[in-house]
C-alpha cells in the first residue's frame, strides 16, 4: 500500500510538473507576442519619423544646391564681366597703338624728306668747298713764293727756325707745368690719403678694451667657498694644480677672483668650477676629471670660433691649422686689447681701405686677420711675432702678397707689395686710437714722464707736455737760444731720441712750439 501511494503521488506531481509547463509556455507567448507587437509598434514610428527627417533633409540639400548655384551663376558672370572688360581695354590699347604707329609713320616719312633735302644741300655745299679750298691753295702757294723773294730764305728754312724757337718756348712752359703738376699731386695725394683713411675709420665700428688679467667667479651663497676651499686646502690646491691658475678667496660675498695672465687657463678654471659648483661633488679626482673634460671642449671651441670668424669676414680656403691660430687669438691680449677683436677689426679696416685704393678686399682682410698669428705659439719663441707669422703664412701655402704684408707690418721685412703698407696703417689705426688699448697705471705714467724726460735733455727746452695719452709731445722752446731752423731740426732728434730709446704702440707726434713775444705795459 505504502508503495502504491508513492507511485501515485510520484505521477500527480510528474502530471503537476507537465501542466505547470504547458501553463508557463502560453505565459512565454502571450508575452512574446505582446513584445513583438510593441515592437512593430515603435518600428513604424521610427520609420515614420525617419522619414519625415528624410523628407526635410532633402528639401534643405535642394535649398543649398539651389544657392550654390546661384553664388556660382553670379562668379560666372562676374568673370565674364571681367573677361569683357580686359578684352575691351586690349582692344582700346589696339586701337590707340595703331593710331599712334600712324603717327610715328607719318612723323618719319617727314624726317627721311627733311634729310634728303640736307643731304643734298650738304652735297652742294661740300662741293662749293672744295673749290674754294682750291682757290685757297693756290693764293697760299704764290704767297709764300712772295715771301720767299722778300726775305730770302726757303719755306723749310723758315719752318726750321720756327720750331727751334718754339721748341726753347715750350721746354720753359713744361718745366713749369711740371712743376706745378707736381705741386698739385702733392696735396691731392695728401687729401686723398686723409679722406680715405678717415672714411675708412668712420665705417668702422669699435669697442674699448678690457683689463683682463682676473675673472669673477660669481657664487649662489658663501657656504660654497668651503666645498672649493675643501678640508686643509686640498680641493683649492688641486685646482690651481690642474689648471694653472690662482684662486682668491677674500671677504667679497659670493665671489672668487681667478688670476692668470694666460685667459685659456683663466677660461678653464671657470669654466671647472662652474661645472664642479653646479655638480655638487668636489674633491681632487673629481676635480681633474673636469678639468680634462674641459680643455677639451675649450679646443673645440677656439675651432668654432676660428671657423665663425673667417666666415663672418668672408675669408675661405683657409687652413685648418690657420682657422684654429685665430681662434685662439680670442684668448689673447696685447696691452689690454683682445687680440681677436683687435685683428676681427684691422680686417675690416683692411678691406675697406684697399676697396677705396682699387685692390683686392678680400686678400687685404686676409692678410689683416692672420698678421698678428705669430702672437699666439703655442711654445715661446725669441723669432719677432711678425716674423713667425710670416713664417706659419708661408708654411701654410698663403700667397706671397700675404706673407709678405705679415712679416713687413712691422718693418722687419721689406715691403714687396701694395698690402703691406696697408696693413701697416691699419694695424697702427687700430692699436693708437684712444681707449683701444690699456696698460696698467703706474707703466703709463711713467711713460708719459719718460717722454718729457727725453725732451728736457735737449738744450733750449723750456717746456714739454705729454699730451693725447702719450701720442703727442708738445715742446715749447726759448726764442732766443732756438732758431726756426734749430728747431725743425730739434724735432727731428727728439723723434729719433723716442724712437731708439722708448717702446710703444703706434706712434708718437713730436710738435715744437717757438714764439717771440714783446710785452709793455702802458702807465
Not at 713667425?388 to 713687413?408: D, H, R, S
Not at 696697408?422 to 705714467?445: E, F, K, M, N
Not at 727746452?461 to 693725447?468: D, G, L, R
Amino acid at each position: 500500500m505504502e508503495i502504491l501511494s508513492i507511485v501515485i503521488g510520484v505521477i500527480a506531481l510528474i502530471i503537476g510538473l507537465a501542466i505547470g509547463f504547458v501553463i508557463s509556455k502560453n505565459l512565454e507567448k502571450n508575452k512574446a507576442d505582446s513584445v513583438v507587437k510593441e515592437a512593430e509598434k515603435e518600428a513604424k514610428s521610427i520609420i515614420k519619423e525617419a522619414t519625415a527627417a528624410g523628407e526635410s533633409k532633402k528639401k534643405d540639400k535642394i535649398l543649398q544646391a539651389k544657392e550654390k548655384f546661384i553664388e556660382l551663376k553670379a562668379e560666372h558672370e562676374k568673370v565674364i564681366l571681367s573677361r569683357d572688360k580686359k578684352i575691351a581695354d586690349a582692344e582700346k590699347r589696339t586701337r590707340d597703338k595703331e593710331s599712334q604707329v600712324s603717327s610715328e609713320l607719318a612723323k618719319n616719312k617727314k624726317l627721311n624728306k627733311d634729310l634728303d633735302e640736307k643731304v643734298r644741300d650738304y652735297n652742294y655745299r661740300n662741293e662749293y668747298l672744295e673749290k674754294k679750298q682750291e682757290e685757297i691753295d693756290k693764293l697760299l702757294e704764290s704767297k709764300v713764293k712772295q715771301l720767299e723773294v722778300i726775305s730770302g730764305l726757303s719755306a723749310e728754312e723758315a719752318k726750321e727756325q720756327l720750331v727751334e724757337s718754339l721748341k726753347e718756348s715750350a721746354k720753359t712752359d713744361a718745366m713749369a707745368l711740371i712743376q706745378d703738376t707736381i705741386e698739385e699731386a702733392k696735396l691731392t695725394a695728401q687729401q686723398e690719403a686723409k679722406k680715405i683713411i678717415i672714411n675708412t675709420i668712420q665705417r668702422i665700428g669699435t669697442e674699448e678694451a678690457v683689463e683682463n688679467c682676473v675673472s669673477v667667479f660669481n657664487l649662489e651663497s658663501d657656504d660654497v667657498k668651503g666645498r672649493i676651499i675643501g678640508r686643509e686646502g686640498r680641493n683649492i690646491r688641486a685646482i690651481e694644480a690642474a689648471t694653472g691658475v690662482e684662486i682668491i678667496v677674500d671677504d667679497t660675498p659670493e665671489a672668487i677672483i681667478l688670476s692668470c695672465f694666460d685667459s685659456v687657463r683663466r677660461e678653464v678654471a671657470r669654466l671647472s668650477l662652474h661645472k664642479l659648483v653646479t655638480d655638487g661633488r668636489i674633491h681632487p679626482a673629481r676635480i681633474e676629471e673636469v678639468v680634462k673634460k674641459t680643455r677639451k671642449q675649450i679646443d673645440e671651441e677656439i675651432i668654432d670660433i676660428g671657423k665663425r670668424t673667417v666666415i663672418d669676414l668672408g675669408i675661405h680656403g683657409l687652413h685648418p691649422e690657420l682657422i684654429k691660430t685665430v681662434g685662439r687669438m680670442k684668448y689673447r691680449s696685447s696691452y689690454g686689447q683682445n687680440l681677436l677683436q683687435h685683428s676681427r677689426e684691422v680686417a675690416k679696416l683692411c678691406g675697406t681701405m684697399a676697396a677705396e685704393l682699387g685692390l683686392n678686399p678680400k686678400l687685404a682682410k686676409r692678410a689683416g686677420l692672420l698678421h698678428d698669428i705669430g702672437k699666439v705659439p703655442e711654445t715661446e719663441t725669441e723669432v719677432p711675432h711678425a716674423i713667425l707669422g710670416m713664417q706659419w703664412a708661408e708654411k701654410y701655402g698663403e700667397k706671397e702678397e700675404v706673407c709678405n704684408a705679415i712679416g713687413a707690418h712691422h718693418d722687419e721685412v721689406e715691403m714687396t707689395s701694395l698690402l703691406s703698407p696697408i696693413i701697416q696703417v691699419c694695424d697702427a689705426i687700430s692699436g693708437a686710437r684712444p681707449g683701444a688699448r690699456r696698460q696698467v697705471l703706474d707703466s703709463y705714467i711713467q711713460r708719459l714722464k719718460d717722454l718729457e724726460d727725453i725732451a728736457f735733455g735737449f738744450g733750449g727746452v723750456k717746456k714739454a707736455y705729454a699730451i693725447q695719452a702719450g701720442r703727442e709731445l708738445r715742446v715749447i722752446v726759448e726764442s732766443e737760444k732756438v732758431s726756426d731752423d734749430k728747431a725743425n731740426n730739434l724735432s727731428f732728434e727728439i723723434s729719433q731720441k723716442i724712437q731708439t730709446d722708448m717702446t710703444y704702440p703706434g706712434q708718437v707726434k713730436v710738435t715744437v712750439i717757438r714764439e717771440t713775444r714783446a710785452v709793455n705795459i702802458a702807465k
